[in-house]
């Protein structure tokens, strides 16, 4: 399991308002883009975002779950573990277990087409019953607030390396594990680390 630990920055409450609200670089004096705020967020259950149908999904709805976090995509060389996704999806669910699917095109352009066009090719090739969510960025200026949150704040802190990188949310909706993209979710060490929350 790779785990990092973030050093703490330290910096005053009223010269970090005055960074942020001119986006003047301490240190330089210099005009910089103002860095976005840290969510406060303290569980995934904090954030809502809205399905690949376009409603909006609250993920408090999946307190007393464990979830397996995932930005998928379309046209990559990990896209073949939507059906290990699946697998395990089946194979836990019924213990409390939910797969969250969240789109992404930072990496290649490997996921280019509609959150209509994702669906289709999720539905008919791999069959997924587990929620999919609409197309998102895991990464750079754009990022979601949840993956700020996953990158920046949580306790396995750093950017997401490429498509199909894995969260092992509790039922608290703490991160408790993060798992490289070229992990496969049914590997030995995913599934000890399933059964161990969901007992």
């Known amino acids: 399991m790779e785990q990092v630990v973030r050093a703490s920055k330290m910096l005053s409450a009223g010269a970090l308002a005055v960074a942020l609200a001119t986006g003047c670089d301490m240190s330089t004096g210099l005009t ?39 930005n998928t995509a379309s046209f990559c060389g990990y896209t073949s573990q939507y059906d290990h996704l699946q697998r395990l999806h089946e194979r836990y669910r019924h213990e409390g277990f939910e797969v969250l699917a969240f789109p992404a095109n930072n990496f290649g352009g490997s996921e280019p087409g509609t959150n209509e066009q994702i669906k289709g090719f999720c539905y008919t090739r791999y069959a997924v019953n587990f929620p999919l969510f609409t197309k998102i960025s895991v990464r750079g200026n754009d990022k979601h607030p949840l993956y700020q949150y996953l990158t920046e704040e949580s306790p396995f802190p750093g950017e997401v390396r ?14 408790i594990a993060r798992y490289r993209p070229s992990t496969v979710p049914l590997d030995e060490e995913v599934l000890e680390d399933i059964e161990r929350a969901l007992s």
Do not use: E, M
């Not at 969510?39 to 979830?67: C, E, M, N, W, Y």
């Not at 490429?162 to 991160?175: A, I, S, T």
């Open 32 to 70: 910089t883009i103002a860095p976005k705020p840290p969510t406060g967020a303290t569980s995934v259950h904090a954030f809502t975002l809205d399905d690949i149908d376009g409603r909006p999904v609250s993920l408090s709805q999946f307190r007393g779950k464990v979830l397996l976090l995932v």
């Open 162 to 175: 490429w498509n199909f990188q894995k969260y092992l949310v509790d039922r608290n909706g703490r991160v």
